[in-house]
Protein backbone atom coordinates (compact mmCIF):
# COMPACT_ATOMS: atom_id res chain seq x y z
CA UNK A 1 0.00 0.00 0.00
CA UNK A 2 1.30 3.64 -0.80
CA UNK A 3 2.58 5.90 1.52
CA UNK A 4 -0.64 8.26 1.29
CA UNK A 5 -3.25 5.40 1.87
CA UNK A 6 -4.06 3.59 5.82
CA UNK A 7 -5.59 0.36 6.13
CA UNK A 8 -7.78 -0.21 8.97
CA UNK A 9 -5.90 -0.82 11.68
CA UNK A 10 -6.80 -3.77 14.36
CA UNK A 11 -5.06 -1.97 16.98
CA UNK A 12 -7.03 -2.19 20.43
CA UNK A 13 -5.95 0.92 20.88
CA UNK A 14 -8.71 4.01 21.44
CA UNK A 15 -8.42 7.33 20.55
CA UNK A 16 -9.68 10.24 22.43
CA UNK A 17 -8.79 13.47 21.26
CA UNK A 18 -9.38 15.17 25.44
CA UNK A 19 -6.96 16.39 27.47
CA UNK A 20 -5.66 14.71 30.55
CA UNK A 21 -8.07 13.11 32.45
CA UNK A 22 -6.36 11.78 35.93
CA UNK A 23 -9.26 13.41 37.87
CA UNK A 24 -7.31 14.22 40.63
CA UNK A 25 -6.57 10.39 41.37
CA UNK A 26 -3.60 9.67 43.21
CA UNK A 27 -0.32 9.38 41.02
CA UNK A 28 0.99 5.83 40.97
CA UNK A 29 4.46 5.29 40.33
CA UNK A 30 5.10 2.33 37.81
CA UNK A 31 8.47 0.69 36.77
CA UNK A 32 8.56 -0.49 33.61
CA UNK A 33 11.38 -2.82 32.04
CA UNK A 34 11.94 -2.80 28.28
CA UNK A 35 14.18 -5.76 26.58
CA UNK A 36 14.76 -4.44 23.23
CA UNK A 37 15.57 -7.65 21.57
CA UNK A 38 14.89 -5.62 18.58
CA UNK A 39 17.19 -3.15 19.37
CA UNK A 40 15.72 0.08 18.20
CA UNK A 41 17.24 3.22 17.93
CA UNK A 42 17.95 4.56 21.21
CA UNK A 43 16.45 7.86 20.24
CA UNK A 44 13.58 6.38 18.60
CA UNK A 45 12.87 3.86 21.39
CA UNK A 46 13.10 7.29 24.05
CA UNK A 47 10.84 8.79 22.07
CA UNK A 48 8.71 6.02 22.37
CA UNK A 49 8.95 5.70 25.97
CA UNK A 50 8.05 9.43 26.62
CA UNK A 51 5.00 9.79 24.15
CA UNK A 52 3.69 6.44 26.14
CA UNK A 53 4.51 7.96 29.39
CA UNK A 54 2.52 10.70 28.28
CA UNK A 55 -0.68 8.64 27.62
CA UNK A 56 -0.01 6.64 30.71
CA UNK A 57 0.01 10.18 32.63
CA UNK A 58 -4.00 10.83 31.52
CA UNK A 59 -4.52 7.60 34.04
CA UNK A 60 -2.64 8.74 36.68
CA UNK A 61 0.37 6.48 36.29
CA UNK A 62 3.95 8.06 36.13
CA UNK A 63 6.26 5.75 34.54
CA UNK A 64 10.08 5.26 34.74
CA UNK A 65 11.96 3.16 32.25
CA UNK A 66 14.97 0.93 32.29
CA UNK A 67 16.39 -0.98 29.91
CA UNK A 68 16.23 -4.92 30.62
CA UNK A 69 19.44 -6.92 29.90
CA UNK A 70 18.97 -9.43 27.32
CA UNK A 71 20.37 -12.03 28.89
CA UNK A 72 17.92 -12.30 31.61
CA UNK A 73 15.26 -12.58 28.95
CA UNK A 74 15.65 -15.80 28.45
CA UNK A 75 14.67 -16.82 31.96
CA UNK A 76 11.34 -14.83 32.14
CA UNK A 77 9.05 -17.50 31.05
CA UNK A 78 5.36 -16.31 29.84
CA UNK A 79 2.44 -16.59 32.32
CA UNK A 80 -0.53 -17.64 30.23
CA UNK A 81 -2.42 -19.07 33.21
CA UNK A 82 -6.03 -18.62 32.44
CA UNK A 83 -7.01 -16.94 36.39
CA UNK A 84 -10.53 -16.07 37.52
CA UNK A 85 -11.15 -12.52 38.44
CA UNK A 86 -10.91 -13.17 42.39
CA UNK A 87 -6.91 -13.98 41.67
CA UNK A 88 -6.58 -11.51 38.93
CA UNK A 89 -7.64 -8.89 41.10
CA UNK A 90 -6.12 -10.23 44.24
CA UNK A 91 -2.66 -7.86 43.62
CA UNK A 92 -2.83 -4.62 43.89
CA UNK A 93 -1.51 -1.74 41.66
CA UNK A 94 1.97 -3.45 40.11
CA UNK A 95 5.19 -1.59 40.44
CA UNK A 96 6.61 -2.98 37.77
CA UNK A 97 6.16 -4.31 34.45
CA UNK A 98 8.03 -6.14 31.63
CA UNK A 99 7.85 -5.65 28.00
CA UNK A 100 9.76 -7.06 25.52
CA UNK A 101 10.34 -6.01 21.70
CA UNK A 102 11.22 -8.37 19.21
CA UNK A 103 12.92 -8.20 16.14
CA UNK A 104 9.84 -10.04 14.15
CA UNK A 105 6.02 -12.05 15.03
CA UNK A 106 6.76 -15.19 14.99
CA UNK A 107 5.61 -17.78 12.22
CA UNK A 108 1.71 -18.78 12.60
CA UNK A 109 1.11 -15.90 14.79
CA UNK A 110 -1.95 -13.71 13.64
CA UNK A 111 -1.26 -12.15 10.58
CA UNK A 112 -2.21 -8.71 11.72
CA UNK A 113 -1.18 -8.81 15.48
CA UNK A 114 1.07 -5.84 16.54
CA UNK A 115 1.46 -7.02 19.48
CA UNK A 116 -0.16 -8.97 22.78
CA UNK A 117 -0.48 -8.94 26.41
CA UNK A 118 -0.91 -10.86 29.81
CA UNK A 119 -2.86 -8.85 31.97
CA UNK A 120 -3.63 -10.98 34.57
CA UNK A 121 0.48 -12.67 34.74
CA UNK A 122 1.50 -13.09 37.89
CA UNK A 123 5.56 -13.47 36.83
CA UNK A 124 7.49 -13.18 33.59
CA UNK A 125 6.91 -10.61 30.64
CA UNK A 126 3.27 -8.77 30.37
CA UNK A 127 3.72 -7.34 27.31
CA UNK A 128 5.44 -8.72 23.64
CA UNK A 129 5.56 -6.19 20.77
CA UNK A 130 6.75 -6.94 17.48
CA UNK A 131 8.97 -4.81 15.69
CA UNK A 132 8.08 -5.60 12.55
CA UNK A 133 4.88 -4.74 13.26
CA UNK A 134 5.27 -1.82 14.01
CA UNK A 135 7.63 -0.86 10.37
CA UNK A 136 4.85 -2.52 8.53
CA UNK A 137 1.72 0.24 10.01
CA UNK A 138 5.29 2.93 9.64
CA UNK A 139 5.36 2.15 5.80
CA UNK A 140 1.33 1.62 5.07
CA UNK A 141 0.82 5.26 5.87
CA UNK A 142 0.67 5.41 9.71
CA UNK A 143 2.61 7.04 12.18
CA UNK A 144 6.10 7.68 12.81
CA UNK A 145 7.75 4.30 14.10
CA UNK A 146 8.02 5.79 17.86
CA UNK A 147 4.80 7.01 17.18
CA UNK A 148 2.94 3.99 17.08
CA UNK A 149 5.37 1.88 19.21
CA UNK A 150 4.43 4.17 22.21
CA UNK A 151 0.36 3.63 21.24
CA UNK A 152 1.51 0.21 21.07
CA UNK A 153 2.91 0.42 24.52
CA UNK A 154 0.12 2.41 25.89
CA UNK A 155 -2.28 0.11 24.87
CA UNK A 156 -0.84 -3.23 25.71
CA UNK A 157 0.11 -1.94 29.42
CA UNK A 158 -3.22 -0.49 29.33
CA UNK A 159 -4.92 -4.15 29.16
CA UNK A 160 -1.97 -4.90 32.24
CA UNK A 161 -3.69 -1.93 34.03
CA UNK A 162 -7.09 -2.67 33.71
CA UNK A 163 -6.64 -5.97 33.98
CA UNK A 164 -8.69 -7.34 31.12
CA UNK A 165 -8.20 -8.38 27.76
CA UNK A 166 -11.62 -6.96 26.40
CA UNK A 167 -11.63 -3.50 24.07
CA UNK A 168 -13.45 -0.75 24.08
CA UNK A 169 -15.79 0.91 21.25
CA UNK A 170 -13.23 3.99 20.81
CA UNK A 171 -10.51 5.72 22.21
CA UNK A 172 -6.80 4.21 23.82
CA UNK A 173 -8.58 0.09 24.01
CA UNK A 174 -10.09 0.30 20.85
CA UNK A 175 -10.03 -2.95 19.21
CA UNK A 176 -9.57 -2.00 15.26
CA UNK A 177 -8.02 1.06 13.91
CA UNK A 178 -9.57 3.37 11.26
CA UNK A 179 -7.59 5.62 8.80
CA UNK A 180 -9.21 8.41 10.86
CA UNK A 181 -7.55 7.28 14.01
CA UNK A 182 -4.15 6.81 12.89
CA UNK A 183 -4.43 10.13 11.35
CA UNK A 184 -5.22 11.36 14.82
CA UNK A 185 -2.81 9.57 16.42
CA UNK A 186 -0.03 11.01 14.29
CA UNK A 187 -0.71 14.25 15.66
CA UNK A 188 -2.62 13.61 19.11
CA UNK A 189 -2.29 12.45 22.66
CA UNK A 190 -4.88 10.03 22.71
CA UNK A 191 -5.68 9.92 26.39
CA UNK A 192 -7.54 7.02 28.22
CA UNK A 193 -11.38 7.24 29.00
CA UNK A 194 -12.18 8.82 31.89
CA UNK A 195 -13.91 5.33 32.76
CA UNK A 196 -11.31 3.69 32.03
CA UNK A 197 -9.25 6.15 34.38
CA UNK A 198 -11.68 5.30 36.83
CA UNK A 199 -10.87 1.68 36.01
CA UNK A 200 -7.25 1.76 36.62
CA UNK A 201 -7.57 3.56 39.84
CA UNK A 202 -9.78 1.69 41.61
CA UNK A 203 -8.36 -1.47 40.28
CA UNK A 204 -11.59 -2.68 39.56
CA UNK A 205 -12.32 -5.63 36.95
CA UNK A 206 -15.62 -5.74 34.70
CA UNK A 207 -18.08 -8.51 34.23
CA UNK A 208 -16.61 -11.02 32.79
CA UNK A 209 -16.82 -15.26 33.04
CA UNK A 210 -15.64 -16.86 36.08
CA UNK A 211 -12.18 -17.77 34.11
CA UNK A 212 -11.45 -16.59 30.87
CA UNK A 213 -8.61 -16.29 28.23
CA UNK A 214 -6.09 -12.89 29.57
CA UNK A 215 -4.28 -12.81 25.90
CA UNK A 216 -5.02 -9.46 24.63
CA UNK A 217 -3.19 -9.11 20.72
CA UNK A 218 -3.16 -5.69 19.01
CA UNK A 219 -3.72 -6.01 15.70
CA UNK A 220 -3.37 -4.19 11.92
CA UNK A 221 -5.00 -5.25 8.40
Known amino acids: MGANKFQTVGLALCLLSTAAVSHGFAETRLS ?56 CDAEQSPAMLRVQILPRAPAGFAAHALGLSLPCAKRGVQVTIYADRISHVTDNGGPTFD ?49 EVEQISAFQEPPAETKFAQLASLRAR
Open 32 to 87: IIVYDAARVRPKTLARAEHLAGVILATAGISPSWDAGSLGDLGSLAADFTAYDREE
Open 147 to 195: RTLAYVFAHELGHVLLRSAAHARAGLMKGTWSKTDWQRAAVSVIPFTPS
